[in-house]
C-alpha cells in the first residue's frame, strides 16, 4: 500500500519558470513532511520540511504548501535552474515516538531546460 | 568531509552469495536508519538503530537479512543468499535523535547476476 503519492513522475520547465510537485498521504498520523533532492548516484539531501501546524513554509526559491484536511502538500521551486535538474522526493512520517522512519513517495524526475 | 559514509559503494555478486554493506553515521547520531531504492522508485524504510538497539524492522526485511550496530556507531547490513530482486541500492541516514532530521549517506548499490 503506498501512503505517499506523488505527482507527476516527471516535469520538464523553462528556465525561470516555477516548477510544481504534489504529494497526497493518507495516513492521518503523519506530522512531519520533508522533501528530498536526489541527484544521480547520490543520497537524498533534505531541501526543505513542514510540520502540520503551519500551511506554508519558505526557503528561498523552494516553498512547501500544506493542506492538511485535503491531505497534501505541494513543492513549489521558484525561478527554476537548470541546477535544479534532479529527481525529487516527498516523505511522511508519524511522531518521534514511532520510529521517525520515512515513507517516501514514487518521486519526480525534474529537468529545466536552459 | 563528516557526512554519512557507506561502502562499498558498488558491488556485484552472484546469486546465492552474501554480501555485508558497512555505514558510518555522522557523529554522535545515535539514531540509524536502513532504507533501500529500486531503480525510479522512492527509497522504502528497512530498519532502524536507537544507539545498539535495534527497535524496528520492517516486512521487507526477510530472514535473509540481518543488520547490526553493535558499539552504537557504524552499523552493518548483510545479506545472505541473495537473488536477483534483491538488486537496488541500499541507502543509510543517521540523525541526532527522535524527530531530527534525516541525513542519508550516498548509498551501496547492489548488483546480483
Known amino acids: 500500500q503506498q501512503q505517499v503519492k506523488q505527482s507527476p513522475q516527471s516535469l520538464i520547465v523553462q528556465k525561470g519558470g516555477i516548477s510544481i510537485i504534489n504529494c497526497a498521504y493518507e495516513?492521518?498520523?503523519?506530522?512531519?513532511f520533508p522533501w528530498y533532492q536526489q541527484f544521480p548516484g547520490k543520497g537524498p539531501a533534505l531541501l526543505i520540511a513542514?510540520?502540520?501546524?503551519?500551511s506554508e513554509k519558505k526557503e528561498g526559491r523552494f516553498t512547501i504548501s500544506f493542506n492538511k484536511s485535503a491531505k497534501q502538500f505541494s513543492l513549489h521551486i521558484m525561478d527554476s535552474q537548470p541546477g535544479d535538474s534532479a529527481t525529487y522526493f516527498c516523505?511522511?512520517?508519524?511522531?518521534?515516538?514511532?520510529?521517525?522512519?520515512?515513507?517516501f513517495g514514487g518521486g519526480t524526475r525534474l529537468m529545466v531546460k536552459p | 568531509d563528516t557526512g554519512v559514509s557507506q561502502d562499498p559503494r558498488h558491488k556485484i555478486t552472484k546469486r546465492g552469495q552474501n554480501v555485508t554493506f558497512r555505514c558510518d553515521p555522522i557523529?554522535?547520531?545515535?539514531?540509524l536508519y536502513w532504507y533501500r531504492q529500486t531503480l525510479g522508485q522512492g527509497p522504502e524504510f528497512l530498519t532502524y538503530?536507537?544507539?545498539?538497539?535495534?527497535?524496528?524492522k520492517s516486512r521487507l526485511l526477510s530472514d535473509r537479512f540481518s543488520a547490526e550496530r553493535p558499539k552504537g556507531s557504524f552499523s552493518t547490513l548483510e545479506i545472505q543468499r541473495t537473488e536477483q530482486g534483491d538488486s537496488a541500492m541500499y541507502l543509510c541516514?543517521?540523525?541526532?535523535?527522535?524527530?531530527?532530521?534525516?541525513?542519508f549517506g550516498p548509498g551501496t548499490r547492489l548488483l546480483v547476476l
Open positions: 541516514a543517521s540523525s541526532r535523535g527522535a524527530g531530527e532530521t534525516q541525513y
Open positions: 513542514i510540520r502540520p501546524d503551519v
Open positions: 495516513n492521518t498520523a503523519f506530522d512531519y
Open positions: 557523529s554522535e547520531h545515535n539514531r
Open positions: 538503530f536507537q544507539n545498539e538497539a535495534q527497535l524496528e
Open positions: 516523505a511522511a512520517s508519524t511522531s518521534p515516538g514511532a520510529g521517525n522512519m520515512l515513507t
